[in-house]
């Protein structure tokens, strides 16, 4: 018995040492993973919606996508379906896809980026209400500022590069020239990544 427990013991301590090797070896990154690719980044202001194909959100069925309404799924109006990324808002970094179409008349005013209600009220230090599927806490705030970063494209039609305003129709055509993506620069001071590229044009 007492074998049985030292040779327990001994299998947790060196699995313990292990994983703390394997944590303090890890490289710090400012913006990225060492295996994710930076496609595109840019700021654009944000909304949120949750449509549960309930039509209290006045919304009439599933997402574009045919995915459920979902944590992380988000609406775009030029970028193709199942384009993946995240967002940073005032330090905090929440992932999102594409699994949606909109904000629609929105987009022609520079909001470029739908949130699902939850991860917007994660970002905001708000409370979703599953009721009104709102977020409460926020002052009846509605838009964010946000930067973005997007890893990879999807496969279908849609504008790979800036988003552009729904009006465009750029949701619709095949794109088979995408952004070149950002340059990665090592960063001596830090030990960190830097990204540069080109700025992306006011909306």
């Known amino acids: 018995m007492s074998a049985r427990f030292g040779l327990r013991s001994f299998t947790l301590l060196t699995t313990s040492a292990i994983a703390a090797l394997t944590i303090v070896g890890t490289p710090a990154h400012a913006d990225t993973d060492t ?3 930076v496609l595109l980044k840019g700021s654009t202001t944000a909304s949120y919606f949750w449509d549960d194909s309930s039509g209290r959100a006045g919304d009439t069925g599933l997402p574009a996508s045919g995915k459920p309404m979902q944590k ?3 609406a775009s109006p030029s970028w ?3 384009t993946e990324g ?3 808002y005032k330090g905090k970094k929440m992932p999102f896809f594409v699994g949606d179409r909109g904000p629609g008349a929105p987009s022609n005013r520079g909001i470029m ?3 699902d209600a939850k991860t917007f009220a994660e970002l905001t230090g708000g409370e979703f209400n599953s009721d ?3 977020v409460d806490g926020v002052g009846g705030q509605g838009h ?3 930067d973005y970063v997007i890893t990879k494209w999807g496969d279908g039609v849609g504008k790979k590069n800036y988003p552009v305003a729904f009006s465009t129709g750029a949701w619709a055509e095949r794109d088979r020239n995408p952004a070149t993506p950002p340059q990665v620069e090592e960063s001596s001071s830090q030990g960190g990544v830097l990204l540069s590229g080109p700025v992306p044009a006011e909306h």
């Open 35 to 37: 295996d994710e690719k």
């Open 144 to 146: 964010i500022e946000v």
């Open 132 to 134: 009104t599927l709102g």
């Open 72 to 74: 992380g799924l988000a």
């Open 113 to 115: 980026l739908d949130l």
């Open 86 to 88: 995240y967002v940073v």
């Open 80 to 82: 193709p379906l199942l």
